[in-house]
């Protein structure tokens, strides 16, 4: 219980140590066969096979019900899917047996469409909440709260409630938060489909900065707008499937 | 480790700060509860004590009958000073027990103006050693006792030992029934307060899960929580106890309603309050009902969602 440092550190050697299976593939993501039905036989995905490489901006895209939250919510283990195997950031995350999930969340940062702030909190706490579930000091968590703030341009908002703020600053908030622990591979998932066109083009921006540092992201839309203005590679899902993929 | 520990704290009372109302009902609940607990093991420890302190009084008085010349009275005295278990045996004559009495009843002696004092038997007092102070070893003394011919009537105090005794077992077995009942209750009523605190905490654990804090992360301030409420309303029901005690039982009920027999017959016998041992094991033992209440729903409401 508590904080190893060895699990702040590397999350990695950790869950080698406890047995998991990790491989260092160049590939962030790996999706083979994968499928998903839930209990009353519907079927959210179907033989989905897919690999991201690390430093990559995917879009996924489609319409209501095509499976792309499901893809999501199976790639940061809040779903499990029924059949298929899927390799995240090295880690083999259908193994039998792997259950520190926790640990495999640290090795990303997640963006929803709804923003999932503290409405009670302060932006620097919100930010600072990501710091102090990991383990950090409370002189690491100033420090990196203040960079990051400088980072996504809100450093002048840090003692407002989030309440305060617009909805465009709210998504750069939760942007920050998912950033702050530095990981390799960023989840958003329609975090633009409450955001009006300056706000939307706002937050592409900032993730636009992260991709060209490295950082793989991605990010699913219905918005066929959005993808066209953009050179980022778009996989495509309809009814669960993968329909085509165009880089 | 200290971070951590702080971290903890701090959500804790965070959690019981906005859910303050649902708390305070918990520790005032948990009080009522402990301090019924307390008040049985109180008294049931007083009692105890009485009885305790009573034993070391016990003595068999053994009347001689009429008659029994005074030659014999020094061999029956030799006899029963090798009664196995017998300490001392002191002789009390006719008119002994006359001036014993003229003196117990004071100025209203003249009352027993015209009576002499050969109406009174003599007897002997005996005085048993420390480890023979129980029924059985008194039982076997008296059945010695009874086989000398010279013996008329044996009194020990039987009927009201023995009654104490049964009143005392009674009392704890009421205690524990009442704090089987209670602890049913404390874990019960704090399984329900963090039940609503998690609840109103729902939105901070989803995301605390979604950012990869640990379990333990994010049920261990839940325990903390529990222990706490365990521990303000167990200390609370003490202190209460205790102001009862002193306060109450000692100066007001003591002093005003005991009639002066009454405070002779408890002459020497203190009435003490919970020994520092017993404080802490109750409080411990509220502290350990509220923590298991706590465990037990974090452990339904705070699976490890997938």
């Known amino acids: 219980m508590g904080f190893h440092p060895r699990e702040r550190l590397n999350p990695f050697i950790f869950l080698k140590k406890k047995g998991v299976h990790v491989s260092f593939y160049f590939n962030m993501i790996q999706l083979t066969h994968v499928s998903k039905t839930y209990p009353s036989q519907i079927s959210a995905l179907s033989d989905v096979t897919l690999e991201i490489s690390a430093g990559e901006f995917a879009f996924i895209t489609g319409p209501s019900g095509s499976g792309k939250t499901t893809l999501l919510r199976i790639l940061y283990c809040a779903e499990r899917p029924t059949t298929g195997e899927v390799v995240v950031n090295g880690i083999h995350i259908t193994q039998k047996g792997f259950r520190r999930i926790y640990q495999l969340r640290r090795t990303m940062g997640i963006v929803f469409q709804d923003f999932k702030l503290l409405r009670d909190r302060t932006v620097g706490e919100n930010i600072a909440f990501a710091l102090e579930v990991t383990g950090h000091s409370p002189k690491e968590v100033r420090k990196k709260v203040s960079e990051i703030l400088n980072r996504v341009g809100l450093q002048a908002r840090e003692e407002d409630s989030i309440l305060s703020l617009s909805a465009g600053e709210q998504q750069r908030v939760a942007i920050a938060r998912a950033l702050v622990n530095n990981p390799p591979l960023l989840l958003a998932d329609e975090p633009t489909g409450n955001l009006d066109d300056p706000m939307t083009v706002e937050v592409i921006q900032i993730l636009t900065e992260l991709h060209h540092r490295g950082t793989t992201i991605v990010f699913t839309t219905h918005d066929t707008d959005l993808i066209l203005r953009y050179p980022y590679r778009v996989i495509h899902l309809r009814s669960g499937r993968r329909v085509e993929n165009s880089a | ?306």
């Open chain 2, 1 to 306: 480790m200290l971070f951590f520990l702080r971290f903890v704290m701090r959500r804790a009372f965070q959690n019981m700060k906005g859910n303050l109302l649902p708390n305070l009902t918990t520790i005032a609940i948990i009080g009522i509860s402990m301090l019924i607990f307390s008040s049985f093991s109180l008294i049931a420890f007083n009692l105890t004590s009485f009885l305790k302190a009573w034993e070391e009084k016990i003595e068999i008085i053994a009347y001689m009958k009429k008659g029994v010349a005074l030659s014999e009275v020094e061999g029956l005295l030799k006899k029963i000073r090798r009664f196995e278990g017998v300490e001392a045996v002191n002789y009390v004559s006719s008119y002994d027990a006359m001036a014993f009495m003229e003196m117990k009843l004071g100025h209203q002696k003249n009352l027993l103006d015209g009576i002499q004092p050969g109406i009174l038997p003599s007897s002997f007092e005996i005085r048993l050693m420390r480890d023979f102070r129980n029924t059985n070893s008194i039982k076997g003394i008296i059945t010695q006792l009874r086989q000398l011919p010279q013996i008329d009537e044996i009194q020990y105090g039987q009927e009201w030992v023995e009654t104490f005794l049964t009143l005392v077992h009674l009392f704890r077995i009421t205690q524990w029934v009442l704090g089987g009942l209670i602890l049913m209750g404390i874990i019960f009523i704090t399984f329900n307060t963090l039940q609503l605190t998690i609840s109103s905490r729902k939105e901070e654990i989803e995301i605390m899960h979604i950012l990869g804090a640990s379990p333990s992360f994010i049920q261990v301030p839940f325990y903390v929580e529990g222990l706490i409420q365990g521990l303000v309303g167990t200390g609370l029901a003490i202190l209460f106890l205790f102001y009862l005690h002193y306060e109450v039982l000692l100066y007001k009920v003591l002093f005003l309603y005991i009639t002066p027999s009454m405070k002779e017959w408890l002459a020497g016998v203190p009435i003490l309050f919970l020994p520092p041992e017993k404080i802490v094991l109750v409080i411990l033992g509220g502290m350990v009902l509220g923590f298991f209440g706590s465990f037990a729903a974090s452990m339904r409401f705070l699976k490890y969602r997938v």
